[in-house]
């Protein structure tokens, strides 16, 4: 048994994302109490469905929770699904919710309703903080929408460019593993199709169209205003390993004499990242070897003057920074707690 602390709920235990929120708040130092939702596990117990999670909890029916006592809830259903249960939990009094969905994540709703459909709570989008803590500080709300783990990369690494210089083209190719499409198997995930392969996704008739693109477009012309970031050029690709994400940006600017030194770009990145806990540049550029299993996130930089290109890394562990590691880390600084409670050995 747990001593007192923090009543956490997790609605979507069982997926990885969900799992992985299990792992890390079962030996959180502030958490106290943990309800495990699942609607497909419901009174099966956590370690029967992953052993190597040495918890006493049992999954339940997500009516089961009390939501008014809870302190902290972590929502990880898909997007469109997770919105209303959000505004439930809100209602019913808990006092923090972070969504790892896409529901909250873009503020204006005719962009969410053009990539993802009719928003189900679009009077909740101005309130949610978008939970990337490097780049817009710690939630002071109750709403925190816990960013994607392919925005998460793109923003660490483009932010200070984006911010510095002017740039007319961005295009970003992005791997990652099998667990980034979710524990539902589907034929694209499948073992015969996913191994000794490396395949391109998010194509529509040909076309980029990868709901992770307006995300990235419209946190990056937050941090440096809509006349300084273009349209980005996005491509994901599916790799035949469990977790972990690279990806390699290709940054053009307006004036291809501005382009700076390496050392300059690796700079930037130790200015404004100076004091967060889980971000790090290096001149070796980054490989999902050297992140995963972490909370860390990798940038470095290269320039291409022949090409008159910015060429930008950031590799991380798509279930922990990436979506739960980070979860927790808002969590943390939502309610003052160091950023790495709980996270300490993830470094």
Request: charged letters at 20%.
């Amino acid at each position: 048994m747990r001593g007192m602390g923090l009543n956490v709920g997790i609605y979507g235990g069982s997926g990885y994302a969900g799992s992985e929120l299990v792992r890390l708040l079962s030996g959180h130092p502030e958490v106290g109490g943990m309800s495990v939702a699942s609607r497909g596990y419901a009174g099966q117990a956590v370690a029967e469905v992953y052993p190597h999670l040495a918890v006493e909890e049992v999954y339940v029916e997500p009516g089961r929770v009390d939501a008014s006592s809870l302190d902290v809830a972590f929502v990880a259903y898909p997007h469109m699904e997770s919105a209303g249960v959000v505004r439930d939990l809100l209602e019913a009094g808990t006092r923090l919710v972070v969504d790892l969905s896409a529901d909250f994540r873009l503020k204006e709703v005719a962009l969410y309703n053009e990539w993802y459909g009719e928003h189900p709570v679009p009077e909740l989008l101005e309130e949610a903080h978008y939970g990337l803590p490097e780049v817009f500080g710690a939630s002071g709300g109750r709403l925190v929408a816990n960013p994607g783990c392919y925005p998460t990369a793109a923003v660490l690494a483009l932010a200070p460019v984006v911010k510095r210089l002017r740039v007319s083209s961005v295009s970003i190719n992005a791997l990652s593993g099998v667990s980034g499409a979710g524990a539902k198997p589907s034929t694209k995930t499948h073992f015969v199709s996913a191994n000794e392969n490396v395949s391109p996704y998010g194509l529509t008739d040909g076309s980029p169209r990868h709901r992770h693109t307006p995300e990235i477009e419209a946190v990056l012309r937050q941090v440096a205003g809509e006349a300084r970031v273009p349209e980005v050029t996005f491509i994901p690709h599916l790799l035949p390993i469990s977790r972990g994400e690279l990806e390699t940006i290709f940054v053009e600017l307006e004036d291809p004499g501005e382009l700076p030194e390496t050392r300059e770009v690796l700079d930037w990145y130790a200015e404004d990242y100076e004091g967060w806990a889980f971000v790090e540049a290096q001149r070796e550029a980054p490989q999902i070897s050297h992140v995963v299993n972490t909370n860390r996130a990798r940038l470095s930089a290269a320039v291409d003057r022949r090409a008159g290109k910015l060429v930008l890394f950031a590799a991380l562990d798509n279930l922990l920074k990436g979506a739960s590691g980070a979860a927790v880390q808002n969590m943390n600084l939502a309610l003052g707690y160091p950023e790495d409670a709980g996270l300490e050995y993830l470094k």
